[in-house]
């Protein structure tokens, strides 16, 4: 198989891989909201749950790093891509779709 197919088959991964992690990182900070929200509809303590609480930050700080590793992943690729002599651009583009609506996707190239 030529470089350049599986160089893409490697961005489709990460990219995938970067969304995940965004993602859970979006959901989690979701999570943290809706605990807080509930804990003021019920009228509970302050101090009730606090300890899932300060988990779920340490979750939210666990993810953050992983989005910080990633995107050193996403730098070394991108450095290795040009080692192994591929020139062509990779990853996402922002491409315009005319559904009528103006609707922006990103499509790999």
Same mark, same amino acid.
């Given at each position: 198989? #030529? *470089?350049?197919?599986?160089?893409?088959?490697?961005?489709? *991964?990460?990219?995938? !891989? #970067?969304?995940?992690?965004? &993602? $859970?990182?979006? #959901?989690?900070?979701?999570?943290?909201?809706?605990?807080?929200?509930?804990? *003021?509809?019920?009228? $509970?303590?302050?101090?009730?749950?606090?300890?899932?609480?300060?988990?779920?930050?340490?979750?939210?700080?666990?993810?953050? %790093?992983?989005? !910080?590793?990633?995107? +050193?992943?996403?730098?070394?690729?991108? %450095?290795? *891509?040009?080692?192994?002599?591929?020139?062509?651009?990779? &990853?996402? %583009?922002?491409?315009?779709?005319?559904? &009528? #609506? +103006?609707? !922006?996707?990103?499509?790999?190239?």
């Amino acid at each position: 198989m #030529e *470089k350049v197919f599986v160089a893409q088959q490697v961005a489709n *991964k990460l990219i995938a !891989t #970067e969304h995940a992690v965004d &993602g $859970a990182l979006a #959901e989690a900070a979701e999570l943290m909201s809706a605990m807080i929200a509930a804990r *003021k509809d019920v009228n $509970a303590s302050l101090v009730f749950a606090d300890d899932c609480q300060v988990k779920l930050m340490d979750a939210l700080k666990a993810l953050s %790093e992983a989005r !910080t590793a990633m995107v +050193g992943v996403h730098h070394e690729l991108y %450095e290795a *891509k040009l080692r192994l002599g591929i020139r062509t651009k990779m &990853g996402l %583009e922002d491409k315009k779709i005319d559904n &009528g #609506e +103006g609707v !922006t996707l990103r499509q790999a190239v």
